[in-house]
């Protein structure tokens, strides 16, 4: 019971920050470059990584709240998706932008703060704690790693037409391709090497 109760807590959460920031974006344009029709501002708000891992975990947590033995494909991809991605997110804002970005008032300070820091540390640790575990292997690591390659393809190709990039070591714009796509790789290595992480810790935790 206790199990379910945290995932539906972090699900909900999640959710209720990423709602939150959804309704400022559509009603506020908060930096003079961010696109000004309401529609398009969300679709940018949307292409961040940091939304879209956040929303993973929180889907996977909703998913174990209603069936804690779930073991469909499509869940393992979309758990590992959240797992990672939340690592990465808490990892990469916290060594490369947090020093560039300033929410500009205390109510997107606190949804900031939730999605790179307190959302990606309760999903690890409850992760950590109760699984479930023998759910990920190759073809699952394969799955998440398409999804990532789909989520780069996207990215540049309504970055080529917009020239808007959710961040700036991918800004083509202010970088030029080479660099762009140099950063786009150390997040694959990054992601893949989190993901790999994750199977030695699920393979060791479920001997136990």
């Known amino acids: 019971m206790l199990k379910r109760s945290v995932n539906l807590f972090i699900a909900l959460f999640a959710i209720?920050?990423?709602?939150?920031?959804t309704y400022i974006y559509w009603h506020t344009q908060l930096r003079p470059w961010q696109p000004s029709s309401s529609i398009q501002r969300?679709?940018?708000y949307y292409s961040f990584f940091t939304v879209l891992s956040n929303l993973m975990l929180a889907l996977s947590c909703?998913?174990?709240?209603?069936?804690?033995n779930c073991s469909r494909y499509s869940f393992k991809v979309i758990r590992l998706n959240g797992l990672v991605g939340v690592v990465i997110t808490a990892i990469v804002y916290n060594i490369i932008l947090r020093g560039i970005h300033t929410p500009p008032n205390i109510l997107l300070k606190i949804a900031n703060e939730s999605l790179h820091v307190v959302i990606p540390t309760l999903g690890i640790l409850t992760w950590f704690i109760w699984g479930p575990f023998r759910q990920?292997?190759?073809?699952?690591i394969t799955g998440s790693l398409l999804s990532l390659m789909g989520?780069?393809?996207?990215?540049?190709?309504r970055g080529y037409y917009t020239n808007l990039y959710p961040y700036p070591f991918i800004n083509v714009v202010k970088i030029g391709y080479a660099k762009a796509l140099l950063a786009t790789n150390?997040?694959?290595?990054?992601?893949l090497v989190v993901a790999f992480l994750c199977w030695a810790i699920d393979y060791l935790r479920s001997r136990k």
């Open 186 to 191: 150390n997040v694959f290595l990054l992601f």
């Open 62 to 68: 909703f998913w174990l709240a209603i069936n804690p």
């Open 16 to 21: 209720s920050i990423i709602a939150f920031e």
């Open 136 to 140: 990920i292997n190759i073809k699952v």
């Open 151 to 157: 989520y780069g393809i996207y990215i540049f190709v």
């Open 42 to 44: 969300l679709v940018y």
